[in-house]
């Protein structure tokens, strides 16, 4: 079973199928956002009320603790922990801006690229300068 938590709570983040974070429009309203808990695929579920805007950036927080998720670094950033079915801890990484495709999955071993728009953010040793 893998699950996703905060990286500063640990609160467990999934449930049947997707992870729910809280969002907040700048200026706007607030609520929850789901996204699928399948690295790759970028179907979210969200209330039509928040009207999320392709290529708006949008504010993500923990729904426990209400901790900023976004990378210190880079305000366009978000960042979760996952532990994989073999208990193995990864750092997800994706892009707050709605519509942009890019997640990255890192861990000790490896760092995994994925969706069409994560060659726009590669530095290739940005993961160091978390
Ligand atoms: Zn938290």
């Avoid at 997707?18 to 209330?47: M, R």
């Avoid at 366009?76 to 707050?96: C, M, P």
């Avoid at 801006?97 to 069409?116: A, K, P």
Wanted: charged letters at 20%; one cysteine or more.
């Amino acid at each position: 079973m893998k699950h996703y938590n905060c990286p500063y709570c640990h609160a467990y983040l999934n449930a049947a199928g997707y992870i729910a974070l809280g969002v907040k429009k700048p200026h706007g309203n607030s609520g929850v956002i789901l996204l699928s808990e399948e690295i790759g695929d970028y179907t979210t579920k969200i209330n039509p009320k928040l009207d999320i805007h392709e290529g708006e950036l949008t504010h993500f927080h923990c729904p426990s603790c209400t901790e900023s998720l976004h990378l210190p670094s880079d305000e366009r950033l978000v960042r979760i922990l996952k532990t994989d079915s073999n208990g193995v801890e990864h750092t997800v990484i994706f892009s707050a801006i709605n519509g942009e495709r890019s997640t990255y999955l890192i861990s000790d071993e490896r760092q995994l690229t994925f969706g069409e728009h994560a060659l726009k953010f590669m530095d290739p040793e940005w993961y160091l300068k978390l």
